[in-house]
């Protein structure tokens, strides 16, 4: 199930990439909703996507920022 909610989160990155505000915002909101390792994955996936869309290499902060928060115990 788990899986599905991440391939599920990279159909809608791909069809909201024509516009940059929106695509960070599901960029954020896929972050609060996945785990951990799936989120690596999704680094991975957008470091990749977003290649050759310059507008979209913002979204790549938001990644970056989760990594530097502490997990919760």
């Known amino acids: 199930m788990a899986r599905a909610m991440l391939e599920y989160t990279k159909t809608v990155l791909k069809k909201v990439s024509f516009d940059t505000k929106l695509f960070c915002r599901e960029v954020q909101k896929a972050i609060s909703t996945l785990l951990p390792e799936e989120v690596r ?16 290499q913002q979204s790549l902060i938001y990644i970056k920022s989760n990594n530097s928060r502490k997990p919760l115990k």
């Open 41 to 56: 994955e999704l680094k991975l996936w957008l470091q990749q996507f977003i290649n050759d869309k310059p507008e979209l």
